[in-house]
Nanobody, 126 residues
């Protein structure tokens, strides 16, 4: 069982930055691809960014490409999502998720994922 805990959400003005962290409780975290998803009120959860478990290949949705950066530190069992140039449409609950041996774009940009965190709220004011 891998538990994931997100942190770093908050309220920020448009154009600002936030850094989200995802902390895992198992060394086996290194065997999982990691994805970030978000869900805005009244909308379906959508893919934001992901990083593979090997090779650290990164993938982004078109809406965040060039503004967000995903990274991971397996020694610290964490994954980080750096968010810059935030827009009001980035508002939502952000979830970290882990996918066993997740490697490719096709695998990581969509469920199923094996474990999910509880989410952290990001609000971007205009």
């Amino acid at each position: 069982q891998v538990e994931l805990v997100e942190s770093g959400g908050g309220l920020v003005q448009a154009g600002g930055s936030l850094t989200l962290s995802c902390a895992a409780n198992r060394r086996s975290f290194s065997n999982y691809g990691v994805g970030w998803f978000r869900q805005a009120p009244g909308k379906e959860r959508e893919f934001v960014a992901a990083i593979s478990f090997i090779g650290y290949n990164t993938y982004y949705s078109d809406s965040v490409k060039g503004r967000f950066t995903i990274s991971r530190d397996d020694a610290k069992m964490t994954a980080v999502l750096e968010m810059n140039s935030l827009k009001p449409e980035d508002t939502g609950t952000y979830y970290c998720a882990a996918q066993w041996r997740g490697t490719t774009n096709r695998q990581l940009t969509r469920p199923p994922y094996d474990y999910w965190g509880q989410g952290t709220q990001v609000t971007v004011s205009s």
